[in-house]
């Protein structure tokens, strides 16, 4: 599925989801840090069920050049458009609300161009 200018050319980060995991309290989470850092997102119910997938679509498909895919075994993984999609920016299963939340922001940040949050306290 092509998601192309779903929203015209307005600036914001895509968070390509599973259907089955649409009403994610992680995914509300992963917003969370997002809107803290001021980026407009939105997120969209995909077929597929790959983690690296869904991100690269949703960063090809972001004006910004900036996606994540989440799928229902907390696995999430942030993607830059103009990596590859075998080469993500992070691919890692959270095991928090507050990790999701570090990953949206860290998602945020790169757009802002400022240094990520670091998941190492939580590990």
């Keep these: 599925m092509t998601t192309q200018n779903i929203n015209g050319n307005k ?9 089955d995991y649409k009403d994610s309290e992680l995914v509300a989470h992963i917003g969370y ?8 997102f939105k997120t969209f119910v995909q077929e597929k069920n790959n983690s690296q997938e869904l991100a690269y679509n949703a960063a090809q498909n972001s004006s910004l050049g900036i996606g994540l895919g989440v799928t229902s075994e907390d696995q999430v993984v942030l993607q830059m458009a103009k990596l590859s999609k075998e080469n993500p920016v992070f691919n890692k ?11 949206g922001s860290n998602a945020a940040r790169m757009v802002k161009g400022l240094p990520f949050k670091s998941f190492k306290s939580e590990e």
């Design 11 to 19: 600036p914001m980060i895509y968070i390509f989801i599973t259907s």
């Design 33 to 40: 840090g997002i809107e803290e850092e001021g980026i407009p």
């Design 93 to 103: 299963t959270l095991n928090s609300n507050e990790q999701a939340k570090k990953m």
